[in-house]
């Protein structure tokens, strides 16, 4: 919770001061669309995760290594990006800012438990923020591993190019 208190401080303080910013031409505002570009945040990202281990039994998942290595960010208007990684694609809502929000919504993944692959259906959720060489996401995977018994797993990714 101290995570996403400090992030919409920290964005809501940055927001804040550049929209009280003047020009100086004397009255134009700088605004967030003056310093965000959709186009220079699509493409591939390095993803580097920092999540949580999860225990099931004795074997512990470590969706670090679970993840892929990039992620490919693709749009096709000013407020809505897909990153693609691996098959699936999972959609954000993006603002003037490059802030992102991803609502609730599955997607297909592969674990390993005791060397044998799962294939299961997991929910996805955050938020985060692109520019255009640097990027941060912070969100929950969910899922049922056993039926009836919902577990989930925080991350915080870093994205650069």
């Known amino acids: 919770m101290k995570i996403y208190l400090s992030f919409f401080l920290k964005t809501f303080l940055i927001f804040s001061f550049l929209i009280s910013c003047e020009s100086s031409s004397g009255g134009d505002e700088l605004g967030p669309v003056d310093f965000f570009n959709i186009d220079n945040s ?17 074997e512990i998942i470590s969706l670090d290594e679970e ?3 990039s992620v490919t960010v693709m749009a096709d208007s000013s407020s809505y ?8 694609n999972i ?4 603002n003037n800012a490059g802030i992102f929000n991803i609502e609730p919504q599955p997607f297909q993944a592969q674990i390993n438990l005791n060397n044998l692959p ?9 938020n985060g923020f692109l520019s ?10 969910s899922f049922e591993l056993i039926p ?14």
């Open 118 to 126: 799962l294939d299961i259906t997991v929910d996805i959720q955050g």
């Open 42 to 58: 699509l493409g591939v990202w390095v993803m580097n995760p920092l999540c949580e281990d999860y225990q099931f039994g004795n």
């Open 81 to 88: 990006i897909y990153i693609q990684a691996g098959e699936n």
């Open 148 to 161: 009836g018994t919902l577990d989930s797993i925080n991350c915080s990714i870093d994205l650069s190019r």
């Open 91 to 94: 959609v954000a809502s993006i």
């Open 67 to 69: 993840l892929p290595d």
């Open 132 to 141: 255009d060489s640097i990027g941060n996401m912070d969100v929950i995977f």
